[in-house]
């Protein structure tokens, strides 16, 4: 089930479901995070961009935050880019985040 979905800078809409959250902010992956879901949104909406170079289809989006846990400085959500079957057995674009965490960048 869709939790969200947020449009980048580069009109790729992306989605977060109910469950990739729950991992997220599971206390043994990134429990930091719980307060941080507004952050995590703008992070897609307006981060910086880069393509992995070993998966063409995952991107890194990253932000810098003045008000995050910890000495963190940055927030970085892992975006996959896929496509599903539409109506007619077109693509459709399905772009979801995968994880997402805090990181100090100094």
């Known amino acids: ?3 969200w979905t947020v449009r ?13 959250w ?10 930091e995070m719980f307060a941080y ?4 949104k703008e992070t897609i909406e307006s981060g ?7 998966n063409p289809q995952k991107y890194r ?6 008000d995050l846990a ?6 970085i959500a892992i975006i996959l880019f896929r ?3 539409g109506n007619e057995g077109k693509p459709i674009s399905n772009n979801y985040l995968v994880t997402a965490y805090q990181k100090e960048i100094g």
């Open 1 to 3: 089930m869709k939790r």
């Open 8 to 20: 980048d800078r580069y009109g790729n809409d992306i989605y977060l479901t109910q469950e990739r």
């Open 22 to 31: 729950e991992h997220i902010i599971d206390s043994i992956n990134h429990p």
């Open 37 to 40: 879901e507004n952050h995590l």
């Open 48 to 54: 910086q961009r880069k393509q992995d170079p070993l």
């Open 61 to 66: 989006y990253i932000k810098a935050f003045v």
């Open 70 to 75: 910890e000495d963190n400085t940055h927030i």
């Open 83 to 85: 496509f599903t079957e």
